[in-house]
Nanobody, 114 residues
Framework: QVQLVESGGGLVQPGGSLRLSCAAS????????MGWYRQAPGKQRDLVAR???????EYADSVKGRFTISRDSAKNMVYLQMNSLKPEDTAVYYC????????WGQGTQVTVSS
């Protein structure tokens, strides 16, 4: 059983930046994929970015060039650097670990508003 805890969300103005962190209670090395998803009110949960154990990354078209996902296996951490934030990035952001089982964090709210 692995627990994922997100942090770093908050209120930011359009054009601003935030860095989300995901702390895992166990080793993330066993997970083929670590990712970030987001869910806006009334919408489904969508993939934002994910990274393989080998460091290959994949991004949603809407965040390409603005967001960067990274992982630190030694610290069991996954990060999402978000730059040039837009109001449409407002959502609850969830950390995800995918292997033989899938785990989710509790989410962290990101609000982009002036």
């Amino acid at each position: 059983q692995v627990q994922l805890v997100e942090s770093g969300g908050g209120l930011v103005q359009p054009g601003g930046s935030l860095r989300l962190s995901c702390a895992a209670s166990g080793s993330i090395s066993s997970f083929a994929l670590m990712g970030w998803y987001r869910q806006a009110p009334g919408k489904q949960r969508d993939l934002v970015a994910r990274i393989t154990s080998g460091g290959y990354t994949e991004y949603a078209d809407s965040v390409k060039g603005r967001f960067t996902i990274s992982r630190d296996s030694a610290k069991n951490m996954v990060y999402l650097q978000m730059n040039s934030l837009k109001p449409e990035d407002t959502a609850v952001y969830y950390c995800n670990a995918a292997g033989s089982r899938m785990y989710w964090g509790q989410g962290t709210q990101v609000t982009v508003s002036s």
